[in-house]
């Protein structure tokens, strides 16, 4: 755990190393820009017509021929303009831009795998990926990397897609009529033949004369990515000097992580939508530096009027109103803009779920999250609202699946909770509970396909119909074609189970008739909790005593989870139980990743014991300052806590790891009981209120003297695990 904030540390220092606003370019620098996830957001944000202004400024400064402009993936599908056209209408307006460079995410291949290579065909741009092989020629699909010539400065760039988009687009897409895969993305061997596919690529391109090597990869970053990452593909190759990447929508204007061989390599990211320009800047001399551009406001008055032109074409069926809504229906949560659909129910993913199910008149319906792609607005509801909601064209079905199939459908698409999971399960007809603390035992073949679960499921508790799951029962599910017929999510298992009814109505169709139909044409109070109406309950810790929604859940799911903390019994926390300096220092000692002390407690203390649980702790804390014993001889290791000792421990252990105090921090609080703080307590006091790791009792008292509590304990940990403090 020291690692972790020593690296937290390090990054805050890299991010604050780059300045917020734009860096200039000189004369004989290339300039390279990017971006990726667009998602058909043709006019958000900068939008089209200002990455074409901004491209042009950037030629007037270093020359016409010193910028490139690439995309990283994900360009021709995501709201309504891509699903009209598939795809053309994103096409003819990245041609109109003036794109160098793409390399296909998993999105590129929605509107299938013929239509894929038609929209790259009608490019402009050079199309590059490394890794999409033909089986049947055992070739890459496109270049691995192409070489551009700057004059002083040779660039290759190689081009990798994730193999993901075996999972995150449609399975079927890569098989042939008999459902063997005909294409792949070299995702074998726990990610060795990814690395080895990209690896040949850069080799090839520096044998070649490149200078240096650009890594465009619709990769992305995340636990759930791995092996194929993008920081897993650093990890295990050579030779690239910089990373532009896509896929996770990640917004990284420039970290640093080492490649095989130990050597720096930078990774950058533009977010989605348009909402910044990547750009990578290089040297005559081949030094690399990359920004973000978020705020330029500029436009390109050939582009704007090309947009325009395609929007108005489209703008009378895409505004007409066809329902409307008296509650906002929701994908992001209102209070912070964090995507929600993924991770939780809400309210929109209900809607979905029950036009399904009810249009269909199935038991249950299921619809993934990544499916359901945009908030509406309370109001009137267009054609453009619902396409954004459902813009990939699905299409209703319904299968007779088992009881057990059901389960094992929901523990695959649970497998990353609390983590985004593009398959994560709306539902209708049913509820489920999810333990995120129990680990998830999903097993998947190395297309990321369901195999089995080998362990405890995470799903419990799940009711059909107001009865418990039937695992020998064959019920009624409506969904759509993605899952049920091609393995969408890579669930596999209802490709061959009894198809009822057989993609009757486009998804946004389902919707729209749902809202006018079965509801009369208005959202109304039904769907007015944003959060869902409790058909799936997120269950974070083992306890009984852990109240849902409590002040100190999160916490102690945190705690628990990463070993910091145990019950009290297997399914008490105890919360309010007073928390021991023992047992305090014993948990400073685990997030410090549990060093090793060579001092026996004994010869510290006459009353810890060296076969005591915390023994190795005690030792620890006193060796490093952390704390000391309340005599010279004795630690009084059962002593409940107060919070003022809590502050000055913790205060304490921030010096340890290297973080230093912050020098601005007050040393006095605004309590109105801080003379009852001890003075020797009063700095820490101060320090912890003035950084977030502590409050008060209430809003105008510290309450010094106040034993603290173990549910206080694991706030404390939680806020304390993820602090970032400049170092001295």
Request: aromatic residues 8%.
């Amino acid at each position: 755990m020291k690692k972790k904030l020593l690296t937290l540390l390090l990054v805050l220092c890299v991010v604050l190393s780059v300045p917020t606003a734009a860096l200039a370019a000189n004369e004989g620098d290339i300039v390279v820009l990017f971006t990726n996830d667009v998602h058909c957001a043709v006019d958000n944000n900068i939008g089209y017509a200002g990455l074409a202004a901004y491209a042009a400024d950037m030629e007037a400064e270093v020359g016409a021929e010193h910028v490139t402009l690439v995309d990283a993936g994900d360009a021709v599908q995501g709201a309504a303009l891509g699903t009209l056209s598939e795809g053309e209408y994103i096409i003819d307006i990245m041609n109109e831009v003036g794109y160098d460079i793409m390399v296909p995410g998993n999105h590129e291949f929605d509107y299938g795998m013929a239509r894929m290579m038609e929209l790259m065909d009608m490019l402009d741009a050079t199309v590059l990926s490394s890794n999409f092989m033909d089986l049947t020629t055992s070739e890459t699909v496109y270049e691995p990397y192409t070489l551009i010539d700057y004059g002083a400065i040779q660039v290759a760039y190689v081009g990798i897609s994730t193999p993901e988009s075996f999972t995150k687009s449609t399975p079927k897409y890569f098989q042939d009529e008999a459902g063997n895969y005909i294409y792949s993305f070299c995702e074998g061997n726990d990610g060795a033949d990814l690395y080895d596919a990209v690896q040949t690529a850069v080799d090839d391109a520096s044998a070649k004369g490149a200078d240096v090597i650009v890594a465009v990869g619709h990769c992305g970053v995340g636990a759930e990515i791995a092996p194929w990452q993008s920081t897993d593909i650093i990890a295990n190759t050579t030779g690239i000097d910089v990373f532009i990447d896509g896929h996770s929508h990640s917004v990284i204007a420039g970290e640093t992580y080492q490649n095989e061989n130990g050597e720096d390599v930078i990774l950058t990211s533009s977010g989605t939508g348009l909402e910044n320009i990547g750009k990578v800047t290089i040297t005559a001399g081949g030094s690399v530096s990359t920004e973000l551009i978020s705020d330029y406001t500029e436009k390109d008055e050939t582009v704007d009027a090309f947009v325009k032109n395609i929007q108005t074409e489209n703008e009378a069926m895409l505004n007409t109103v066809v329902a409307s809504t008296d509650v906002p229906l929701i994908v992001n949560d209102p209070d912070t803009g964090n995507r929600l659909i993924r991770s939780q129910e809400t309210n929109l993913g209900d809607l979905c779920a029950d036009a399904y199910r009810k249009l269909l008149g199935a038991d249950v319906a299921v619809v993934n999250g990544g499916g359901i792609r945009a908030d509406i607005p309370a109001g009137d509801i267009t054609y453009n609202d619902i396409i954004s909601v459902h813009p990939f064209g699905n299409s209703a079905c319904v299968i007779e699946a088992t009881g057990q199939e059901i389960l094992d459908l929901l523990e695959m698409m649970a497998r990353s909770t609390p983590e985004e999971c593009g398959g994560f399960e709306q539902v209708s007809g049913m509820s489920y509970e999810i333990h995120t603390y129990i680990p998830s035992s999903v097993q998947t073949d190395d297309k990321d396909v369901f195999q089995g679960v080998t362990g405890e499921y995470r799903v419990k508790n799940v009711m059909i119909g107001g009865e418990p799951i039937d695992l020998d029962k064959t019920y009624t599910l409506a969904s759509h074609n993605y899952l049920i017929k091609n393995g969408g999510d890579g669930y596999a298992e209802f490709m061959d189970n009894k198809l009822l009814q057989d993609e009757v109505m486009i998804d946004n169709q389902v919707l729209i008739t749902y809202i006018v139909q079965e509801l009369g044409g208005v959202v109304g109070s039904e769907y007015a909790a944003l959060y869902g109406q409790g058909r799936i309950k997120l269950v974070k810790t083992p306890f009984d005593d852990v109240a849902a929604g409590s002040w100190y859940e999160d916490a102690v799911s945190y705690v628990y989870n990463e070993g910091l903390m145990n019950g009290t019994t297997d399914t008490a926390f105890s919360p309010e139980q007073s928390i021991s300096r023992a047992m305090f220092v014993t948990m400073l000692y685990r997030l410090a990743g549990m060093p090793d002390v060579e001092t026996s407690a004994s010869s510290l203390f006459t009353d810890c014991g060296d076969d005591m649980w915390y023994a190795d702790a005690v030792v620890w804390a006193v060796e490093n300052d952390v704390t000391t014993g309340l005599t010279d001889t004795t630690f009084v290791p059962d002593q409940p806590l107060t919070r003022e000792q809590m502050a000055v421990f913790i205060y304490r252990y921030i010096e340890y790891m290297g973080g230093g105090y912050n020098a601005d921090a007050p040393t006095a609080t605004d309590f109105s009981d801080n003379d009852a703080i001890q003075s020797w307590a009063v700095e820490a006091v101060a320090f912890c209120s003035e950084n977030g790791l502590m409050g008060g009792t209430t809003t105008t008292t510290f309450d010094p003297a106040l034993t603290a509590s173990r549910a206080m304990g694991a706030v404390v940990l939680e806020r304390l695990a993820s602090l970032e403090i400049d170092a001295e």
